[in-house]
Nanobody, 121 residues
């Protein structure tokens, strides 16, 4: 089982910054991929950024140059530094991790509870 705790969301003015954190805990063998998704009102959930164990990153075109994803493997934590925020970034942000189980070799995805990010004009 994997549990995720997200933090860092809030209300910020356009041009401001926020940093989201997601800490994983549980009985997993390892975590392979950690990522952030977001869902705005009336839209489907979309990938914002993800990062694999080696540190290779992937970003949505809409956030390139503004957002930075990173991870601390020792702490099983992934971060999303969001700079130059725009009203279009307003959404619920969800953390997702892909992990390998201990008892039976298997790969599972776990989602966080979501944290609201609101960017005012």
């Amino acid at each position: 089982q994997v549990q995720l705790v997200e933090s860092g969301g809030g209300l910020v003015q356009a041009g401001g910054s926020l940093r989201l954190s997601c800490a994983a805990s549980g009985s997993f063998f390892s975590i392979t991929v950690m990522g952030w998704y977001r869902q705005a009102p009336g839209k489907q959930r979309e990938l914002v950024a993800d990062i694999i164990s080696s540190g290779t990153t992937n970003y949505a075109d809409s956030v390139k140059g503004r957002f930075t994803i990173s991870r601390d493997n020792a702490k099983n934590t992934v971060y999303l530094q969001m700079n130059s925020l725009k009203p279009e970034d307003t959404a619920v942000y969800y953390c997702k991790v892909r992990s390998i189980t201990r008892s039976i070799w298997n790969m599972i995805d776990t989602w966080g509870q979501g944290t609201q990010v609101t960017v005012s004009s």
